[in-house]
């Protein structure tokens, strides 16, 4: 169980995820997963409300999200460490509150890394039908259409279960891109910001456009704390494209690990 998200100024996008996972043999195994999402905003600007002063407009959704699985291949070698995983999701979430496209989501996502004492590299490149999220950066969105994502950075082990990291990611889009807002509903279509630097989903409920509309790079840093079947994260991402800050946290808990130590215990 993990209840992770992240914040920045105005928008805050959580969720509440329960996995049940299963290794089939030491290389193959697959997971099952369900989210609920709690989303809010607070805009303040004059628009809100036709005066010279500042006003303030907010809302906030709580809601299942789409319903995952996924089929996990993971290998280790002295050259390398490599993991693939190929992800479904079902359209269980709400369209029009844009926690799904209503459609399917597809992902295949591979992972290297490779230990060098306390410091492990990493590269990822995943495709998919629609942006995925991270522990360190929830969208305030959902996409569709073509796109693929590519992360690479390290991790340090600082000993005493305490680790380092940061990584640099690239999102590449192609083709016609739709962008559902998890902040402005159709129902109501109140605006949760600006809307400056390409941020569509603060003016509309769906944005329609080309690979420039869901395109971006930046950077992430965090800090680990993972004592036995206990995780915990806090980092920073800074999305360029979106000219975005946003303050990410992770708790979790592996209940099958948790209960294997009490067993022995």
Partial sequence: MTFEGNADSSERVL????SVGYNFTKNWGADLGVP??????SFSSTATTGTTGK?????????IGNVTTDLRF???GSVANYTSTITA??????????LSTGRPNLGWNNHIEHDFDVLTPFIEAGFANGLTDSKLFHRPFTTLGFVSQFTGGTTI??????????????????????????????????AAGSGAHGRSWELAAETVGDSSLTRDNGGSVWF?????AFDFQVGYTHS????????????????????RSSSRN
């Fill in 89 to 98: 999701g079902a359209p269980t979430g709400s369209k029009q509150h844009g």
């Fill in 224 to 228: 680990e704390y993972s004592p036995g």
């Fill in 15 to 18: 969720d509440l995820n329960s």
């Fill in 240 to 259: 360029v494209h979106y000219a975005l800050d946003s303050v990410a946290f992770s708790l979790g808990v592996n209940l099958g690990k948790l209960v």
């Fill in 36 to 41: 609920f999402t709690f989303v809010s905003f």
């Fill in 55 to 63: 006003g303030s407009s907010g809302s906030s959704l709580n809601s």
């Fill in 74 to 76: 993971n290998t280790k």
């Fill in 157 to 190: 082990d600082l000993g005493h279960d305490f680790s380092l990291g940061g990584s640099l990611y690239e999102v590449l889009p192609a083709g016609t891109q739709k962008v559902y807002s998890k902040l402005v509903s159709k129902a109501n279509g109140q």
